[in-house]
């Protein structure tokens, strides 16, 4: 099992950054698939971003492409997104998960961080 708690969150102006952390307590860090999600109020929750389990390979959201960078430290078991020119549609919790390798479903949550973005 692994247990994730994220970090990082908070209001910041449109056109502004933050980095969130997420990090995970476990000796078997480096065998999961890490993601990033939100949810914003009244919507699903949506992907944002994941990374594999040796950083090697990424993806993200449409949404996000070219302005969020997710990474890893898996000496530090640590996951991390890098927000940069938010938006206020940028605002939701966001959420860190986790995967074992070769599932589908994310099995691991952490309790998310808020992010407001304002206008």
């Known amino acids: 099992q692994v247990q994730l708690v994220e970090s990082g969150g908070g209001l910041v102006q449109a056109g502004g950054s933050l980095r969130l952390s997420c990090a995970a307590s476990?000796?078997?860090?480096?065998?999961?698939?890490m993601g990033w999600f939100r949810q914003a109020p009244e919507k699903e929750r949506e992907f944002v971003a994941q990374i594999s389990s040796r950083g090697s390979s990424t993806a993200y959201a449409d949404s996000v492409k070219g302005r969020f960078t997710i990474s890893r430290d898996n000496a530090k078991n640590t996951v991390y997104l890098q927000m940069n020119s938010l938006k206020p549609e940028d605002t939701a919790v966001y959420y860190c998960?986790?995967?074992?390798?070769?599932?589908?479903?994310?099995?691991?949550w952490g309790q998310g961080t808020q992010v407001t973005v304002s206008s």
């Open positions: 476990g000796r078997t860090f480096s065998s999961y698939v």
């Open positions: 998960a986790a995967r074992t390798i070769g599932t589908m479903a994310y099995d691991y």
